[in-house]
């Protein structure tokens, strides 16, 4: 036993090593069978899983990519949630053509308060190496070292008249504290139907602004992403007033939004009394952001609006516990003259799919194909509709019943419709800032030295028509050197992805500043660029810029951009010659003195020469001389003169000049005037150098 012990030990032990090796491999092969068993097992789970059938509501799509809607991360959301409600705020005044008045408060609120709103108690920190945030007794005394070392190199630099830079923000490692916001917009709008509130901005993708319409909404997805946002950020809901034209109550709703179901979730909606007889909307949402990162672009954005709006009042204000960052701005109202309420269009046959015509058969009242054709699209006339049904061939004709059509005959129409010419559309139903407009804007903004204003006549891109205003500016308030380009899109301004927009290359590549007498990095050049349109061809997911590929749309804006640059070059080359004009006239007038002393000395040396060296051979120049020996020609007499002098030759100088730049150099356009009949209330005499709007 004991041998067999002991050679068993001695082979035992490679024997128990084999069985230990063997049985740990088999353990190791059984393991592995169970681990392979395992993975196998969970990938067939991940494959079932991922072969399930699933479906997204819309809201919990947007929810997951918000930054498609601009919600990119706090402090972009409280910008698009402040943007999104301000421009319905407009979209509804105006839809009852009513001048908009609207107020805007972002209010910060403080953790504590946030936690007492929602009724949290607050908790001290207990551990703090818990927090992202924390940082050890060691770490903070390399900082401060580093801090220190830092202060001291740049005061070293200071002292030798070196540049001195800025002490780097200390930066955290982590996200750090949230920062929540109440957003409030009020404005003496539409308002909305009471029954209606709950579906308007508690369900996404519904909406009043469908349709080939110009307006600034058109998804039915802002507020209910503002929405979205606040329920991901702080969980509460989105209260709204309202009340339309004429009602004797306030409607006040609390709703939130299922997202998984995409439909409202309401907390409450009642009736209130309107003593006050108001009528308009308020909205207010509390949600995450960040005033510091985002504070200029929602600055920057108020004013760009207040450009293109002049007819509207803003009142900005930001409330916060420290009055210091306390801010009120009212951005006032310079006109009452509002642009006509863009009107709702019919399709252009060219820029309709298959989908859409599709839709429309689905949707139209007209029975047959005749009356399909010439009732629902732009630009077919009656004859026009009856060639259109010859050349779709035999199984067409104009009795043919319209929801009879089959797919294949279908696709003969929009074939034709993508092949046949048609005229342009006309572009009436668009709503431009107008050139009085845009000018205003400009002025009262930015108080510019010289400012061009041009409107184009309508053009199109793809069936649909498009106007581009341009304006230029020369100098100003808050206005930097180089360019300063504010771009805008269906009266929207656009801040982000600036970069690619047609409207920056436009202005840094096609433009040539310098042969208009304007020094692109010198001057204070403010560029605007407003584009309205049925289809704004937005690039992006952000709706922030609009592609360069468009040639149509590109050679529009670089067109109007030159014609402003025309205008703005005369009255530069004005300026110039006028400055030249008075150096030349300054110039002169510094040398009187000493002129007039000179001569006055010369005749004083020959009036006391006796007899004289010369003959003097003008009875004219004898007298001169005894008035210089009797003192009755002076200096002073000298100075008197040549000073007239100097003002004639400058005063036919510019009468000349004026003379002939008056009838060759001033460019030339012809005055027109609206008619009084149809919608327009007002006559506007345009000119390149003016609008004048004359209201009987
Ligand atoms: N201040 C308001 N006054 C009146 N109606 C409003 C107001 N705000 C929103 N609405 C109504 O609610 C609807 C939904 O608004 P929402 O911001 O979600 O989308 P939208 O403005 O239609 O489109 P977009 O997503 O492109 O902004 C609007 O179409 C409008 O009818």
Redesign the pocket.
């Known amino acids: 036993m004991d041998d067999d012990a002991g050679d068993g030990a001695a082979s035992g032990g490679t024997k128990r090593k084999v069985t230990a090796a063997s049985s740990s491999a088999a353990a190791k092969g059984k393991a592995a069978g169970k681990g392979k068993a395992a993975s196998k097992a969970s990938a067939l789970a991940t494959a079932k899983e991922s072969s399930l059938l699933k479906q997204k509501s819309p809201a919990e799509f947007f929810a997951e990519n918000k930054n498609i809607a601009g919600f990119d991360n706090p402090g972009k959301s409280l910008y698009t949630t402040m943007r999104?409600?301000v421009?319905?705020?407009l979209?509804?005044a105006e839809s009852i053509s009513e001048l908009p008045d609207i107020e805007i408060i972002i209010e910060e609120i403080t953790k504590s308060k946030f936690n007492t709103m929602i009724g949290l108690v607050d908790r001290q920190r207990i551990d703090e190496e818990l927090y992202d945030d924390f940082e050890s007794a060691k770490a903070r005394e390399k900082r401060l070292a580093k801090e220190a070392r830092f202060q001291e190199t740049q005061a070293k630099n200071a002292a030798l008249g070196k540049k001195v830079k800025e002490a780097p923000a200390a930066r955290g490692k982590g996200r750090g504290e949230a920062a929540f916001f109440r957003v409030t917009?009020k404005?003496n709008?539409?308002?909305?139907p009471h029954d209606d509130i709950p579906n308007?901005?508690g369900r996404v993708l519904?909406?009043?602004?469908y349709g080939l319409r110009q307006?600034?909404?058109?998804?039915?997805?802002?507020?209910?992403?503002a929405l979205i946002w606040s329920k991901m950020s702080t969980g509460l809901p989105i209260e709204i007033k309202?009340s339309m034209k004429g009602q004797n109550f306030i409607s006040f709703c609390r709703l939130d939004i299922d997202i998984h179901k995409n439909v409202p979730h309401v907390h409450l909606h009642e009736k209130r009394e309107n003593k006050d007889r108001w009528h308009?909307?308020e909205?207010q949402v509390i949600i995450e952001g960040n005033w510091t990162t985002h504070r200029s672009k929602i600055l920057h954005y108020m004013r760009q609006m207040a450009v293109i709006t002049p007819y509207a009042q803003f009142l900005f204000r930001f409330l916060s516990d420290s009055p210091d960052k306390n801010l009120t701005i009212q951005f006032a109202r310079r006109t009452d003259v509002m642009p006509p309420i863009p009107l709702q269009t019919k399709h252009h046959p060219s820029a309709v799919d298959l989908l859409l015509i599709k839709r429309l058969i689905s949707e139209t009242t007209k029975q047959n194909l005749l009356q399909f054709l010439q009732h629902e699209f732009v630009n077919i006339s009656k004859s026009h509709a009856e060639r259109l049904i010859g050349e779709m061939g035999p199984d067409f004709s104009a009795k043919t019943t319209v929801k009879s059509l089959t797919s294949q005959q279908l696709v003969r129409i929009h074939q034709l419709f993508r092949q046949a010419k048609f005229d342009d559309p006309s572009g009436n139903c668009l709503s431009p800032a107008g050139e009085y407009n845009l000018r205003l804007g400009i002025i009262k903004e930015l108080h510019p030295d010289l400012v061009a204003t041009h409107a184009s006549s309508p053009q199109v891109f793809e069936g649909h028509p498009f106007i581009v205003e341009a304006g230029i500016s020369i100098g100003g308030k808050d206005v930097k050197h180089g360019l300063n380009i504010f771009r805008y899109a269906n009266r929207i301004p656009l801040l982000f992805e600036q970069g690619a927009d047609v409207i920056t290359r436009t202005a840094l590549k096609r433009i040539n500043w310098s042969s208009y007498k304007i020094n692109q990095q010198q001057d204070k050049i403010g560029v605007f660029v407003s584009i309205v349109s049925t289809k704004i061809p937005f690039k992006g997911t952000g709706k922030e810029y609009i592609g360069d590929d468009i040639t149509e749309i590109a050679s529009a804006v670089q067109s109007a951009l030159k014609q402003c640059c025309l205008q703005l070059k005369s009255k530069i080359v004005k300026k110039l010659q006028a400055r030249e004009r008075q150096d030349r006239k300054r110039n002169l007038n510094r040398y009187i003195p000493d002129v007039a002393r000179a001569i006055m000395e010369t005749l004083g040396e020959i009036a006391d020469e006796s007899p004289p060296k010369r003959p003097r051979y003008d009875k004219e120049d004898e007298e001169l001389l005894e008035k210089v020996n009797s003192e009755e020609v002076t200096e002073m007499t000298f100075r008197d003169c040549l000073t007239q002098h100097v003002e004639q030759v400058d005063y036919e100088m510019a009468l000349e000049y004026a003379m002939q730049s008056g009838v060759s150099e001033e460019p030339r356009e012809a005055l027109y005037l609206n008619s009084l009949e149809g919608s327009y209330k007002f006559i506007d005499f345009q000119s390149p150098v003016f609008v004048f709007r004359f209201i009987p």
């Open positions: 999104e409600l421009e319905n705020a979209d509804s917009c404005d709008g539409r308002g909305m308007m901005l519904s909406g009043t602004k307006t600034r909404g058109k998804f039915g997805l802002g507020a209910k992403m309202s308009g909307a909205l």
